[in-house]
């Protein structure tokens, strides 16, 4: 959990920090919070145009899309019936899944950074560096999941989640006193 708040903090290579924040703040409330529920999710990553931005989300979409899959695709279902066999093949579809997901997301989140003035280049370096990063934070994230599950501890991808949320709890009681 330390490692995933660690990483939402570490800025993005070739971002300018300052005005990102700003954008995303604003983005955030011009959205009518989905761009905040997003960074919710990401424990403030995204707001801090973080290595790990792209948070556990893509992860999560791709479990979606393979439970979708294998329930309604007659040659997936006998995955189920497989046992632990069957599980591991679906947890490697998954991570394939997690992998296209992440690299969509990752060029979207470059261009769309470059687009808005928020690189300090908008060479092809940067993009490839911004979406290797953001691809590589993803896939990271998704092993420190597994990595809780396995050991034990809980659901992994869960108390990601729940390490997350509540790391914005000082924040958010801070700007209701301030509001009140």
Same mark, same amino acid.
């Given at each position: 959990?330390? =490692? %995933?708040?660690?990483? +939402? *903090?570490?800025?993005?290579?070739?971002? *300018? @920090? /300052?005005?990102?924040?700003?954008?995303?703040?604003?983005? !955030?409330? %011009?959205?009518?919070?989905?761009?905040?529920?997003?960074?919710?999710?990401?424990?403030?990553?995204?707001? *801090?145009? !973080? @290595?790990?931005?792209?948070? =556990?989300?893509?992860?999560?979409?791709?479990?979606?899309?393979?439970?979708?899959?294998? %329930?309604?695709?007659?040659?997936?279902?006998?995955?189920?019936?497989?046992?632990?066999? /069957?599980?591991?093949?679906?947890?490697?579809?998954?991570?394939?899944?997690?992998? %296209?997901?992440?690299?969509?997301?990752?060029? +979207?989140?470059?261009?769309?950074?470059?687009?808005?003035?928020?690189?300090?280049?908008?060479?092809?370096?940067?993009?490839?560096?911004?979406? !290797?990063?953001?691809?590589?934070?993803?896939?990271?994230?998704?092993?420190?999941?597994?990595?809780?599950?396995?050991?034990?501890?809980? *659901?992994?991808?869960?108390?990601? =989640?729940? +390490?997350?949320?509540?790391?914005?709890?000082?924040?958010?009681?801070?700007?209701?006193?301030?509001?009140?």
């Amino acid at each position: 959990l330390f =490692i %995933a708040r660690v990483g +939402a *903090n570490i800025p993005l290579p070739g971002m *300018n @920090v /300052g005005p990102i924040r700003e954008f995303m703040a604003d983005q !955030a409330s %011009a959205s009518g919070g989905l761009v905040g529920l997003y960074n919710m999710f990401t424990g403030g990553a995204l707001l *801090n145009g !973080a @290595v790990f931005a792209l948070g =556990i989300m893509p992860y999560i979409s791709a479990s979606i899309i393979t439970q979708l899959l294998v %329930a309604t695709t007659p040659s997936l279902q006998q995955l189920r019936k497989e046992g632990e066999a /069957g599980r591991k093949k679906i947890a490697q579809y998954t991570r394939y899944g997690t992998l %296209a997901l992440a690299l969509v997301q990752g060029m +979207a989140m470059s261009s769309g950074l470059e687009s808005q003035g928020l690189s300090y280049t908008g060479s092809f370096m940067f993009h490839f560096v911004a979406v !290797a990063t953001l691809v590589t934070g993803a896939m990271f994230i998704m092993w420190l999941g597994e990595q809780v599950t396995e050991r034990g501890i809980g *659901n992994g991808i869960s108390i990601i =989640i729940f +390490a997350g949320i509540v790391s914005g709890f000082p924040g958010a009681i801070g700007q209701s006193f301030e509001q009140a």
